[in-house]
């Protein structure tokens, strides 16, 4: 039983026999009340008796009871915490009530009172709690206790008590004889029901046991089913390879409740091991970071696939490491290959201060969570490596931006310079076909420009956390356009109410957004016209605005206007640079943004584009 | 003719090179030239320019601001206004000191930065703006 009781998991059915043990001290306050109101009853009725034994045994049966409430109600919870607890409740209380049983069967005729029957009831408590010896113990105890008072109640040393009602004895004395056939009724019917209680609750107990069992198994198993769980969560979520392993190494040595676990590395070559992460050993056993295979046979073996487990450090295959191990009070060790795919990449570790800790079963499951360590390993590396391949993509693309535009702003200087009239004269028709092949030259490097940035936004779509200032973006739009507009004589103004909040996105991603549509505007709106931008505030997002009095967009060319490199019909007559590429940069930030943005437009009367902007996140503490 | 000022180019760039000469001698300024950091300082030893005209990306992606920062250390050059060049705007805007207005703040050693091709019009007033600033008398 104490094996149950010590169990870490005891549980609710075990529980409850615990609860029932304190039940009786409860019961005992009415109990004895009652038994005083029944004395006085019968001295109410014309019983004659001496009553101070009965008040006193009642006294007696409250104080003991209030010495045990004291004793033992010191928690909250009043069920005993322990065996030994358990043991001392139960035994306390038998004692107590014996005690008073005992006084008040002498007290009301000697043994053979009715009232002995009473004593029934603390031996099928104790037989119902405490082992079967202990209750055999007691029934021998009490009727030792009778069986003594009989003879010495027989050998005169002690009076014969009798209670008498209406001048007869209720309880004469009796003959030897049936004095002895009472004690041996009694004490076969204790006995008896000692024996039946007592191997009821046995069966009881095994079944809890096996209960508890079955339930620590479930435990073990659900413990290990969210470890695992938790392994693929961070598999999912975690991208850097080192912090994908720490949690892995955490999660198994919180799971399989060992002191510590480790994830070593095969190099590429395969020739060293390093420590990549650890859980709960020393840093002097991490600081020797790398293994060398070759000289290390434990570590080879288990990365030509086999387990290794041992319950004693000190044996001889752990020479490597067995000092910093028993420095470490570690005494179990187990070591299973990293699988990905046939082929071993690591190894995971667990180490535990118990000895002989791991078993089969042990064995089993962590190569079940090492198959899961090394997808999370392989997950996190693709990862790696999808992010520096972007960051090379993003390097390459700057020096190919640079490497086309510096020859196209070395022909345009060479074109100026010969324009401009600086290497003599040029007639009116050599001047004519040097403004074209400047008007190339331009498109081309717009273009450069805008193939540039589309890709440049695409390679930006992770978190867009940061958060933009409507203010300043107006003032910076409103100055990058002024001198624009002036030149073509197009009425500009920006329109700002106050206290807008801030939009989601980086000043700059934003402002290319609103700097492709108000170029837009100014290039296709002809002198005289005006460009207007208005922000507003609407529905959790901002509303920006850019409304001109232009060309217009011809209605079968709207459905196509955001996709890359188209440009209305009416847009490309005009003799300006486009390349149509702006409204898809425009449809790619807003999107990449969560916003939205519509447009309306009549040819020959004007363009209006509506942008919704996300209002940018709160900061959070 | 009088030269309005000594006007050091430097680029990798030799049509860049040759057209700045062009524009620049043709606007009245003493132009030098240069091809790389290296050539420079050893021009920048035997002539005193009034302003030196620098490109940004050369040999290495920032052989120019490298170059520029040596001259803001150097007590003799310290003063030297330097105009940048670069066919790279979008670099120095996103990776290097944020948006353009914050690049002109007083911790870059540079006077103005202007994008390739080069509107010569705006250079040429803004270096005019920079000689009147600095009352630079022409020099010969």
Known sequence: MAAVVQSPDLRAAWGELHEFSWRPVRIRWWAALGFLAAVLGM?????????????????????????IYRTFARRKDLRPRSARELHQLVSWQAAVDGIALWAVTYWSGGVISPLAAGFLLPVLFVSLLLPARTAYAY?????????????????????HQSVYFNGAELVPAAHPLRTLTFL?????????????????????????????????????????????????????????????????????????????????????????????????????????????VERSPLNKRIIEGEPFVTGQVTAREMFQFGETLSAARIQSVLFVPLNLQGRVIGILGA?????????????????????????????????????????????????????????????????????????????????????????????????????????????????????TEPAMLARRVQRTFQDKAAEKRITFQVNLPPDLPEVRGRLETVEQLLENLVSNAIKYTPAEGSVEVRFARANGTVRIEVSDTGIGIPAADRPKLFTEFFRAENAKAMDEIGTGLGLAIVKEIVDQLGGRIFMESEEGVGTIFVAHLPIAAAPTG | ??????????????????????????????????????????????????????????????????????????????????????????????????PFEYILGEQWPVEWLFEKPLDTKKLLARIEAIFKAKKIVPSG
């Open chain 1, 43 to 67: 001295r109410a009725a014309g019983a004659v008796f001496p009553a101070w034994p009965f008040v006193l045994a009642v006294l007696f049966l409250l104080a003991g009871n209030i010495v």
């Open chain 1, 139 to 159: 029934c021998g105890i009490v009727l030792s206790a009778l069986g003594l008072t009989a003879l010495a109640e027989l050998w005169g040393w002690l009076p």
């Open chain 1, 184 to 292: 041996g009724v009694l004490g076969t019917v204790a006995l008896g029901t000692a024996a039946l209680a007592g191997s009821a609750t046995c069966t009881f107990r095994r079944q809890v046991q096996d209960l508890d069992r079955l339930r620590e198994t479930e435990a073990v198993f659900s413990r290990r089913l969210q470890s695992i769980f938790s392994i693929l969560e961070t598999i999912g979520s975690v991208r850097d390879l080192h912090r994908v392993l720490e949690t892995a190494v955490a999660e198994v040595a919180g799971v399989m409740q060992v002191k510590g676990a480790s994830v070593k590395l095969l190099s590429d070559d395969c020739k060293f091991l390093r420590y990549e992460a650890a859980f709960g050993l020393p840093d002097t056993m991490i600081q020797e970071k790398v293994v060398e």
């Open chain 1, 351 to 467: 180490y535990c201060e118990k000895p002989d800790r791991f078993g089969v079963e042990e064995v089993n499951f962590f190569r079940l969570a090492a198959g899961l360590v090394a997808v999370a390993l392989e997950n996190a590396r693709a990862y790696e490596a999808v992010t520096t391949m972007s960051h090379e993509r993003t390097w390459f693309m700057m020096k190919v931006a640079h490497n086309l535009r510096a020859p196209l702003a070395g022909m345009l200087s060479i074109l100026e310079v010969v324009r401009d009239g600086y290497l003599g004269p040029v007639n009116d028709d050599q001047n004519e076909y040097l403004r074209r092949l400047d008007r190339r030259a331009r498109t081309m490097l717009a273009l450069v420009n805008e193939l540039m940035a589309l890709s440049r936004n695409r390679q930006r779509r992770e978190a867009e956390v940061a958060a």
């Open chain 2, 1 to 98: 003719m009088e030269s309005k000022g000594l006007i050091l180019v430097v680029d990798d760039d030799p049509d860049i090179v040759a057209t700045s000469r062009i524009i620049l001698e043709g606007n009245g300024y003493e132009v030098h030239t240069a091809s790389n950091g290296k050539e420079a300082l050893s021009l920048l030893s035997r002539v005193k320019p009034d302003l030196m005209l620098l490109d940004v990306m050369m040999a290495s992606d920032t052989e120019g601001f490298d170059l520029a920062f040596k001259l803001k250390e150097d007590p003799e050059f310290k003063d030297l206004p330097i105009i940048m060049l670069t066919a790279f705007l979008e670099k120095v805007r996103t990776e290097g000191a944020g």
